[in-house]
């Protein structure tokens, strides 16, 4: 099971702020009581606002104070005192679970990752909410401040809105809002139709409109039939400080599973919670 990886949000809490600030660990966890895995940190967790008990769900990441480990709770649990709250499990909850014997998990600060996409159909905007949920990460919408209508987007009219557009290399439709804290960003999926083999010149509007130095990108699109093609590597031009990944072409009634499979071949920014068997 190595290299298999599972994602964790720790609240904003006092606690949490200082398990996140002892990253990255490497734990040993083992079963207990057939509801949750424990492992021992390697120094005492000042909780600050104390641990007064709580009844443990499915997926909770709990400190037990008087032990001084943390627990990952596969089974729903009664009350117990001295447990204090510090995160969720946000994906890979069956892999903790599937665990029956002592294994590592070694966890990290994860790279923040935001899903941005522009969609007319709704066909890219499933495809992004799907890859959302299975990165954990915030999903925004880039629209347009003038939005299209569907004589805009009649790609057989060489006077519509869209066909104009695409044919001046010039055009920079404007976007009616921002990203919020853009900045703290590591990683940024950018997902958009396909307009006559290019992305639609609203990506280059956002791409030339924030700073994306040292940061990664990476394109998918969607469409009938044509493939991702240079609609991707012409845009690089615009940011040529991030770098850039491969993109894909997806249809808009692309499983998770398929999504998940394309996510762990990227090379992205390490920084994950991983567990692997002892």
Known sequence: MDDR?????LYDTPAAERLYEMLPLELTFEDF??????GYLPQPLDTGEGANGVD???GDLCLYAPWGNLCIFYQDSGYS?????LGRIETGMDLITEMDSPFTATLEAAPSILVA??????????????????????LYEIVPEDPYTSADL?????????S?????????PAISDEVTGMEGYDVVFLGYPIWWGQA????????????????TIVPFCTSGSSGIGASATDLHGLAPSTSWLSGRRFSGTVTASELAEWVSELSLPEGTVSAKAA
């Open 164 to 172: 104009q557009e695409q044919n001046d290399a010039a055009a920079r």
């Open 5 to 9: 990886t599972c994602a964790v949000t």
């Open 200 to 215: 639609p010149p609203i990506i280059s509007t956002f791409l030339e409109h924030y700073d994306f130095e040292g940061k």
């Open 117 to 138: 996409y522009f969609s007319c159909t709704g066909n890219t905007e499933a495809v992004a909410g799907r890859l959302s949920d299975r990165l954990a990460a915030d």
């Open 154 to 162: 009649d790609y057989s009219d060489p006077s519509s809105r869209a």
């Open 56 to 58: 443990p769900a499915v």
């Open 33 to 38: 009581n057939g509801t949750e895995k424990i």
């Open 81 to 85: 005192d001295g447990l204090l709250p």
